[in-house]
């Protein structure tokens, strides 16, 4: 049976020739890994004898000669030195085989390697060779930062979600490996799972939009307004959906069992809530496919203390210049599977104590800087003008894998340096940011804790700040030109405390696993685990629409707790640049006089 049926086109002796030399040096030359600090093992002579096998053959030919060449990618990691990945994993960040579908007939079963495209041109070389390409969707990770528009704040948290991804993945593949050494003959697991927990941390945030939760959060709500609810669509579903988009997209030999594990373990912790929302997908995950302990590695919805915790709260305090007062990898090494459910030596209580108290600091001093958000609320509003002028083009791609990978955090340039007059709105808002010209915050109070059981989840609304400005003010606000930020910070579980849905072990040697109530650990540990504060944000620049709203916002709390909460008064922004004539006349006043 000829080979070469399957390309549709004449194959001429000399074609053949160079078919079968360039194929052996597919499976015997290493320079193109050389040149990117790749490893690579040399296949035996009994898979080069095999290369001109039927086309029926070719997948399990390429196939075989993949699982001989595997190739090891080594990543020098700021936060956690070097890191190996190798296997399927490779396959995701670079399709080591690159498939190519070969004439009008060729079936999937019938492909080949190839350096370039083909023509049905009779005289055109047939070249064929092994060869390497970056996955668009993966390596689009590299241009979403992992804390968004907060490096417009802090300068160094510039880090992205590639390298999260990397990361997660390091430690994903690090807790099943001290798990399976430790408990191999009782926990019903073999190295593919490991294998699939590397993989679900490796794609966890496939699905994040522009700027990261601040597409999800903030942009998708107002943009869809009533359509639009927490459960309709999350980054954790379109993270299943990409993965499967990126196999298919990139032909790689990966099962559709692999699939949908890995998918199950990337939204174990949401499931439940896309299925109450409605929510459909190819790659929806099966509850069950996996033991419960594997489930919490990744995306942990039973007391969220997972791997993408670990490497988020690390990296960022390293790239903001703050203190990490968590121990994780200690949280790792003394940390075994009991009932299906990983638990940690009690000696660790006040390091998982250590971890939320990390996070929710976090979020206090850097994910909701208020500069940052003032930012955060700019760019969305010209996300939002740019969204109208493109006929929906940013908010529709959420409903397509293909439609959403051509978005990231290069959008704000493509506006900026669009000639588009329908853009005109949204590059107004952008040019006031590069001014520095942003939201002005006014002020701020936290809510009392004795309302903190009843305060409404919508918080407060601009109306209800507008309708106490005075009557007899200068300065008329609207609802519109006002933005209120109702900010809620807790330790991952409302106002409950996390820990006590974490369970110990005494020794290595105890199959026993316990709670350990707050009040047998510290008396330093508070009582309350969940803040709720108001902010307000002016839209105009000129410092009297702040000061009007300034009052408003004093007087509302007046009417509505009886008394200001403010703990500072309003930051009052001095001119960055004087006017034309004030200039013009301290030059005049400058010149000496005859």
Not at 145 to 157: D, E
Not at 177 to 190: A, N, S
Not at 529 to 538: M, S
């Amino acid at each position: 049976m000829d080979p070469f049926q399957a390309l549709d086109m004449p194959v001429s002796l000399s074609q053949r020739q160079n078919f079968m030399l360039d194929s052996s040096a597919m499976l015997t030359t290493s320079h193109s890994y050389e040149r990117r600090g790749k490893v690579r093992v040399q296949p035996s002579a009994h898979s080069r004898s095999r290369l001109l096998s039927p086309p029926a053959r070719l997948n399990s030919l390429f196939d075989s000669a993949h699982a001989r060449a595997r190739v090891v990618q080594v990543f020098n990691d700021p936060v956690h030195g070097h890191i190996y990945l190798s296997g399927m994993a490779c396959d995701i960040i670079g399709a080591s085989l690159s498939w190519l579908k070969l004439g009008a007939r060729a079936r999937r079963g019938h492909c080949l390697l190839a350096s370039r495209p083909l023509t049905r041109s009779p005289h055109s070389p047939l070249v064929l060779r092994y060869y390497h390409t970056d996955t668009p969707q993966f390596q689009r990770l590299r241009d979403l930062k992992q804390l968004g528009l907060t490096y417009l704040v802090f300068p160094g948290a510039s880090h992205n979600r590639f390298e999260h991804s990397l990361g997660t993945c390091h430690l994903a593949n690090g807790v099943f490996t001290h798990l399976y050494r430790l408990q191999k003959d009782d926990l019903g697991v073999d190295r593919m799972d490991g294998e699939v927990v590397a993989l679900a941390g490796l794609c966890h945030d496939l699905g994040h939009g522009p700027f990261s939760h601040v597409f999800d959060t903030e942009f998708l709500p107002r943009r869809l307004e009533g359509h639009y609810n927490a459960h309709m669509w999350s980054h954790e579903q379109m993270s299943a959906d990409m993965l499967k988009f990126l196999v298919d997209e990139n032909h790689l030999n990966v099962d559709e069992d692999i699939i949908k594990r890995v998918s199950d373990l990337i939204t174990s912790g949401h499931t439940a809530p896309a299925a109450a929302g409605g929510a459909s997908s190819s790659a929806t995950a099966t509850v069950g496919r996996h033991p419960q302990f594997l489930r919490d590695i990744v995306a942990n919805g039973r007391n969220s203390v997972d791997v993408d915790k670990f490497d988020y709260l690390e990296r960022d305090c390293l790239n903001c210049g703050l203190k990490n007062s968590a121990d994780f990898g200690r949280l790792i090494m003394y940390s075994k599977v009991i009932d299906d459910e990983i638990c940690y030596k009690a000696s660790e209580v006040l390091n998982l104590y250590e971890l939320f108290h990390t996070r929710a600091s976090l979020h206090q001093r850097v994910y909701t800087h208020r500069k940052a958000k003032a930012i955060e609320y700019m760019v969305v509003d010209c996300l939002l003008h740019a969204d109208v002028a493109w006929g929906g083009e940013i908010s529709n791609a959420i409903r397509s894998p293909k439609s959403f990978q051509r978005l990231d955090d290069t959008i704000l340039k493509r506006i900026e340096w669009s000639e588009d007059p329908k853009l005109r709105d949204a590059k107004t808002i952008l040019e006031r940011l590069r001014r520095r010209e942003l939201y002005r915050y006014v002020n701020e109070f936290a809510v009392p804790q004795s309302r903190l059981a009843k305060w409404p989840d919508h918080g407060v609304t601009p109306a209800d700040v507008v309708s106490c400005q005075d009557a007899k003010g200068g300065v008329q606000l609207r609802p519109e030109d006002v933005i209120v930020h109702n900010l809620k910070i807790d330790w991952t579980s409302k106002n409950k405390n996390p820990v006590d849905s974490i369970n110990f072990f005494q020794d290595y040697d105890s199959m026993e696993k316990f709670a350990i109530p707050r009040e047998k650990v510290s008396s330093l540990i508070p009582e309350t685990f969940i803040e709720r504060k108001v902010r307000v944000f002016c839209k105009r620049s000129d410092q009297e629409s702040a000061d009007a709203l300034e009052r408003a916002f004093l007087n509302f709390q007046k009417r509505d707790f009886g008394d200001s909460l403010h703990v500072h008064s309003t930051p009052v922004k001095k001119s960055r640049k004087r006017s034309l004539e004030q200039r013009l006349a301290d030059s005049v006043a400058a010149v000496p006089t005859q």
